[in-house]
């Protein structure tokens, strides 16, 4: 069964940074994609960055400079926030592409952890 696993989330202030860990663990195969989103109460998640099967790291324009999303196993990557603002608090989650045996790719997601930034 294949579980996602986060941590790293706390309560920092305004202009600290932050790492984030993601964990996969249950999968015979390496995920092709890799992801963070972040959720805020009242809005949809929204991704924050990630890494396609292409290749490549993509940000959201809030987070380009910031953000840094970074591959460090087959199953692990963490997201290092710098310069952390209150606009960035909300529940993060991981997100994890894994190809099946049809060579369909399915989203796992993790249970999320709780950033927060005060000013």
């Known amino acids: 069964q294949v579980q996602v696993l986060e941590s790293g989330g706390g309560l920092v202030q305004a202009g600290d940074a932050l790492t984030l860990h993601c964990l996969v663990s249950g999968s015979i195969v390496r995920p092709t994609t890799m992801s963070w989103y972040r959720q805020v109460p009242g809005k949809q998640r929204e991704s924050v960055a990630s890494m396609p099967a292409d290749g490549g790291t993509h940000y959201a324009d809030s987070v380009k400079g910031r953000f840094t999303l970074s591959r460090t196993g087959a199953n692990t990557v963490y997201l290092q926030m710098n310069s952390l603002n209150p606009e960035d608090t909300g529940v993060y989650y991981c997100?994890?592409?894994?190809?099946?045996?049809?060579?369909?790719?399915?989203?796992?997601w993790g249970q999320g952890t709780q950033v927060t930034v005060s000013s």
């Open positions: 997100n994890a592409g894994i190809r099946n045996v049809n060579g369909v790719i399915l989203d796992y």
